[in-house]
């Protein structure tokens, strides 16, 4: 004999629950210091994983050359640079809110990207990605 079990249809909320966005900021003491060399085997290590990493307007001397030849898997790595039509806030929300990265890495290049710095601070996001931002003391 063959019972039948009815299980009556639970709606479930699939609204992803957003959360303050993990920040990390690496402070270099001097602009003449390169912090690249310790950079390098954390990004190979980064470039590793099954989604992407994102390079927001990193310095001209981690091309993509020198990127390759410390081991980053750069068709894992998306390199994004501003222009006339897309500034680096803009950028860095676009990424974040694609939620297809696991990491996002920021190069603060001055006092004109201290808004970025204040935004990424009160970033809320559904995805699991995390945030590095790499600047210079002043």
Do not use: Y
């Amino acid at each position: 004999m063959n019972a039948r079990v009815t299980i009556p249809f639970q709606q479930f909320d699939f609204e992803p629950a957003f959360k303050p966005l993990q920040l990390t900021e690496i402070v270099q003491h001097s602009k003449d210091a390169d912090c690249n060399n310790l950079l390098l085997p954390m990004l190979a290590g980064l470039s590793q994983r099954s989604s992407w990493l994102v390079l927001l307007e990193p310095p001209k001397s981690l091309d993509k050359q020198r990127l390759q030849e410390a081991g980053v898997d750069l068709k894992r790595v998306w390199i994004l640079r501003r222009d006339q039509r897309h500034g680096i806030d803009l950028l860095a929300q676009r990424a974040l809110q694609a939620g297809t990265c696991h990491t996002l890495i920021c190069w603060h290049q001055g006092a004109s990207d201290d808004a970025l710095v204040d935004q990424l601070k009160a970033t809320e996001i559904a995805s699991q990605t995390e945030c590095l931002l790499v600047r210079t003391q002043r």
